[in-house]
């Protein structure tokens, strides 16, 4: 067996949560202004389903990728049971064939749309994924912001490869961008983005500060490292405030396109748990605060993908 059940976990939960997220972008968010126009979903189920497996294929293969390189700089801590690998170089080699695959069934859905360019978009990605694991988790800058395209990417190949099925039919093309859908659909699909990036990027800084906190070696340069515990606490503070802020701004536009309730009970809940954080992060901050803010940052970021079929449902 190569992999440990945490490991497993891990790899299930990347899977699965790029998978239902794909799904519900393209359902109840992409799928709802379709169906508001009179038009269906032009990319095919079967189509769809070899994108989503790209997408998890290539992630996956990064998670090991990870593992892979981590396992050879991370020094012994407590938890270097859960963290060593049982067997790095069959781990490694396996990567490469999941993102061949992945690559591949990427490549053949653009084929089939008629934008075989899309396709070598997956290849950029698996190679970025790479030297993220080789190099850049190492660098204080990519270390922290190449995570943060995660959601880019998930959200971003979904809408380009319907965007372009939809461009083969003129007619469906030209109804979305009448009636302004088109625009609606990139903005509602960038906004969610940014909520999944800030959150993703407000985990790393946070878990790497407990680690630093408790005297733990990372393979990912911490914050808290680099430039201090009060700045990391401010830095974590500042995307707290930026994510909230965003949510406001959007309540306040989108409000009038969409019903303002849930709009408005969406941005207060983050304002709340937000508010909430800071109030915490600003005093004596122990190591079960810390698991606290993990906990609440997968629990706004459940929320964040559970609001698309209520959008879709309430909107």
Not at 247 to 268: H, P
């Amino acid at each position: 067996m190569m992999f440990t059940k945490k490991q497993i976990r891990t790899i299930v939960f990347i899977a699965s949560a790029i998978a239902i997220t794909q799904y519900f972008v393209r359902h109840f968010i992409i799928g709802y202004f379709c169906e508001k126009t009179g038009i269906g979903l032009l990319l095919s189920h079967f189509h769809f389903f070899l994108l989503v497996l790209a997408s998890m294929l290539i992630s996956v293969a990064a998670y090991l990728q990870i593992l892979y390189y981590n396992n050879k700089v991370r020094t012994l801590t407590k938890d270097c049971k859960d963290n060593a690998l049982l067997n790095p170089e069959k781990i490694y080699n396996f990567s490469f064939v999941l993102d061949i695959a992945g690559c591949l069934a990427g490549i053949f859905v653009a084929w089939r749309i008629g934008f075989l360019n899309l396709g070598f978009l997956f290849v950029m990605v698996a190679t970025l994924f790479y030297f993220y694991a080789l190099r850049y988790k190492r660098l204080f800058f990519w270390g922290n912001f190449c995570v943060t395209l995660i959601p880019l990417l998930s959200i971003g190949f979904v809408w380009l490869f319907e965007y372009f099925a939809i461009r083969q039919q003129p007619l469906a093309f030209t109804s979305l961008m009448v009636d302004g859908s088109l625009k609606f659909i990139t903005w509602i699909l960038v906004i969610y983005s940014f909520i999944l990036g800030v959150l993703l990027y407000l985990w790393q800084i946070i878990s790497q500060t407990q680690a630093w906190q408790e005297n733990s070696l990372a393979p990912t340069v911490a914050f808290a490292d680099k430039f201090g515990l009060k700045k990391a606490k401010f830095a974590i503070g500042f995307l707290l405030i930026l994510l909230v802020a965003g949510l406001l701004i959007s309540a306040i536009v989108g409000q009038t396109y969409f019903d303002k309730y849930i709009v408005w009970g969406n941005a207060l809940f983050f304002a709340g748990t937000g508010f909430f954080v800071l109030i915490k992060l600003f005093g004596p901050s122990t190591k079960q605060d810390y698991l606290l803010f993990l906990n609440i940052l997968i629990v706004l970021g459940i929320w964040t993908v559970l609001s698309m079929p209520v959008f879709y449902f309430v909107a």
